[in-house]
C-alpha cells in the first residue's frame, strides 16, 4: 500500500489548507485513515482520525472547530482541511491506515504511512 500526500506549503496564520492523501495497491475502503503531524523538536501526534467508512471521526483537542478530516472511497482518498492555522500547526504531516477499519489514535496500530507534507504556518 502506498501513500502519498500533498497540499502543504506555506501560509500566514488564519490562512486555510487543504491537505489530501492518495492510497494505491490496498483495500482503501476498509482502513482507518488518520492524520498525524511532527513539529519541530516535537513527538508525532495524532490530528485526526476516520473509520472506514467515514461515520466516525476523531479530532485532538487543539484542532477541534477548526479543522475536518473526510473521505473518499471512490477515489481512495482522505482529507484534512485546515482552517485558521496557528504558527503552532507548523509541522510535517503525516497520512496513515490501520488495517482494522476503526479510529485510532495510537501511531503503532497504523501499518501504513505516507512520506508526509510540510505545513508551515507564518506569523
Known amino acids: 500500500v502506498q501513500l502519498v500526500e500533498s497540499g502543504g506549503r506555506l501560509v500566514q496564520a488564519g490562512g486555510s489548507l487543504r491537505l489530501s492523501c492518495v492510497a494505491s495497491?490496498?483495500?482503501?475502503?476498509?482502513?482507518?485513515m488518520a492524520w498525524f503531524r511532527q513539529g519541530p523538536g516535537k513527538e508525532r501526534e495524532i490530528v485526526a482520525a476516520i473509520s472506514w467508512g467515514g461515520g466516525t471521526t476523531y479530532y485532538t483537542g487543539s484542532v477541534k472547530a477548526r479543522f475536518l478530516i473526510s473521505r473518499d472511497n471512490v477515489k481512495n482518498t482522505v482529507y484534512l482541511q485546515m482552517n485558521s492555522l496557528q504558527p503552532e500547526d507548523t509541522a510535517a504531516y503525516y497520512c496513515?491506515?490501520?488495517?482494522?477499519?476503526?479510529?485510532?489514535?495510537?501511531?503503532?496500530?497504523?501499518?501504513?504511512w505516507g512520506q508526509g507534507t510540510q505545513v508551515t504556518v507564518s506569523s
Open positions: 496513515a491506515a490501520n488495517r482494522v477499519g476503526r479510529v485510532d489514535v495510537t501511531a503503532g496500530q497504523y501499518t501504513y
Open positions: 495497491g490496498g483495500a482503501f475502503s476498509t482502513y482507518g
